[in-house]
T-cell receptor, first 116, second 111 residues
Framework: DTGVSQNPRHKITKRGQNVTFRCDPI?????LYWYRQTLGQGPEFLTY????????KSRLLSDRFSAERPKGSFSTLEIQRTEQGDSAMYLC??????????????FGAGSRLTVL | DAKTTQPPSMDCAEGRAANLPCNHS???????VYWYRQIHSQGPQYIIH???NNETNEMASLIITEDRKSSTLILPHATLRDTAVYYC????????????FGAGTILRVKS
């Protein structure tokens, strides 16, 4: 399968624990995005990378959140000292440069986090 | 905030065309209109995008009005598997052209 892969698909943790999600984008895609989605809402932008450079972070990304994309390949999203409000689906997406400049993203299936 | 307005929900009979409207009255001249959909428990899926002309691909057709203030996504022969939330998105240049998802339209295809 050459799509965007996210692991783990489901994570249940206790409040205060740290969690890490991994995203493997489509190999030739240079841009990688993280979104968060809570029940009944559309996905909300968190951050994105162009190759290994993190170019933008949303105000939603508090200092407990950190994302990395070493070597411009896979990416990790770590949440420290989880809170119940962090419970959500964390979506990763990637895209390749297009001549028309269109923002066509391929999303993974997401990692669902439940904080007890 | 999203720059688009969509009805919260629509129903469609299986085998009939599903026409999903979207208003984007503040769109700028060179901003694309994108449509994505999200089937339950899956990530969003790209459907189609357009600038000024109508577009068609294997999934759907996109009709954009001449003034570009609204558009319609057409699924020509809806199936039960097309039941999903459909998002109409106009990325905002002031926010770096990121895809900003609104609440979308819940399309229910019924047999």
């Amino acid at each position: 399968d050459t799509g965007v892969s996210q692991n783990p698909r489901h994570k249940i943790t206790k409040r205060g624990q740290n969690v890490t999600f991994r995203c493997d984008p489509i190999s030739e895609h240079n841009r990688l995005y993280w979104y968060r989605q809570t029940l009944g809402q559309g996905p909300e932008f968190l951050t994105y990378f162009q190759n290994e450079a993190q170019l933008e972070k949303s105000r939603l990304l508090s200092d407990r959140f950190s994302a990395e994309r070493p070597k411009g390949s896979f990416s990790t999203l770590e949440i420290q000292r989880t809170e119940q409000g962090d419970s959500a689906m964390y979506l990763c997406a990637s895209r390749v440069y297009r001549e028309d400049g269109a923002n066509v993203l391929t999303f993974g299936a997401g990692s669902r986090l439940t904080v007890l | 905030d999203a720059k688009t307005t969509q009805p919260p929900s629509m129903d469609c009979a299986e085998g009939r065309a599903a026409n999903l409207p979207c208003n984007h009255s503040t769109i700028s001249g060179n901003e694309y209109v994108y449509w994505y959909r999200q089937i339950h428990s899956q990530g969003p899926q790209y459907i189609i995008h357009g600038l000024k002309n109508n577009e068609t691909n294997e999934m759907a057709s996109l009709i954009i009005t001449e003034d570009r203030k609204s558009s319609t996504l057409i699924l020509p022969h809806a199936t039960l598997r097309d039941t999903a939330v459909y998002y109409c998105i106009v990325p905002q240049r002031e926010y770096g052209n990121k895809l900003v998802f609104g609440a979308g339209t819940i399309l229910r295809v019924k047999s």
